[in-house]
């Protein structure tokens, strides 16, 4: 049974940076693409970016391009999401997922395995 854990997430200034881990447990990380959503109160839930198994293929969503980097550790079985100079808008719920499948999509119904979700607020 994969796990994901999400942490890193919290209370922060406009303008300011966050940046958000994924553990990973139960599975062979290495062969999981992983993808990083958010939902806010009211909205639907919002791809963010995401990552091939290999690390070599990655994707952003137009609301934080330019503004947000994701990595994973094979290693350590985790993924990360840095993100900087935060707005207002970005507050929101945020979470993980796995697919074990290669290549990353930004649909989230084609991720099999989600975590708990981690709260973000950027205060102005």
């Known amino acids: 049974q994969v796990q994901l854990e999400e942490s890193g997430g919290g209370l922060v200034q406009a303008g300011g940076s966050l940046r958000l881990s994924c553990a990973a447990s139960?599975?062979?990380?290495?062969?999981?693409?992983m993808g990083w959503f958010r939902q806010a109160p009211g909205k639907e839930r919002e791809f963010v970016a995401g990552?091939?198994?290999?690390?070599?293929?990655?994707t952003y969503g137009d609301s934080v391009k330019g503004r947000v980097a994701i990595s994973r550790d094979n290693v350590k079985n985790t993924a990360y999401l840095q993100m900087n100079s935060l707005k207002p808008e970005d507050t929101a719920i945020y979470y993980c997922?796995?697919?074990?499948?290669?290549?990353?999509?930004?649909?989230?119904?084609?991720?099999?395995?989600w975590g708990q979700g981690i709260q973000v607020t950027v205060s102005t």
């Open positions: 139960g599975g062979t990380f290495g062969r999981f693409a």
């Open positions: 990552i091939s198994w290999s690390g070599d293929t990655i």
């Open positions: 997922a796995a697919r074990n499948l290669p290549a990353l999509t930004t649909t989230s119904s084609r991720y099999a395995y």
